[in-house]
Nanobody
Framework: QVQLVESGGGLVQAGGSLRLSCAAS????????MGWFRQAPGKEREFVAA????????IYADSVKGRFTISRDNAKNTVYLQMNSLKHGDTAVYYC???????????????WGQGTQVTVSS
């Protein structure tokens, strides 16, 4: 089974920061680009950020560019999402995803975590 486990969500004030982590199996992580998506209540899941297999390339949604940073630690089989300057509109369940044909091909991610709630108060 492919398992992705997110952690690090919580409640934070607007302007604050959170760091999300996603732990994956070594087998999955070593061969996969990784991405973060989010879903707010009543909304469709949207792309947030992605990182290539090697970690050399990243891409961000316009809404988070300059505030969020995706990174990966291949030794720990973990991908991170550092979220700074959080806004109320960032409130959502954040999902880790793996297994795309390309890190930037948003529609091809095959494996998903259970999600972690991020709530930004105003």
């Amino acid at each position: 089974q492919v398992q992705l486990v997110e952690s690090g969500g919580g409640l934070v004030q607007a302007g604050g920061s959170l760091r999300l982590s996603c732990a994956a199996s070594r087998r999955t992580f070593s061969v996969s680009a990784m991405g973060w998506f989010r879903q707010a209540p009543g909304k469709e899941r949207e792309f947030v950020a992605a990182i290539s297999r090697s970690g050399s390339s990243t891409i961000y949604a316009d809404s988070v560019k300059g505030r969020f940073t995706i990174s990966r630690d291949n030794a720990k089989n973990t991908v991170y999402l550092q979220m700074n300057s959080l806004k109320h509109g960032d409130t959502a369940v954040y999902y880790c995803a793996a297994g795309p044909t390309s890190y930037s091909d948003y529609g091809t991610y095959r494996y998903w975590g259970q999600g972690t709630q991020v709530t930004v108060s105003s």
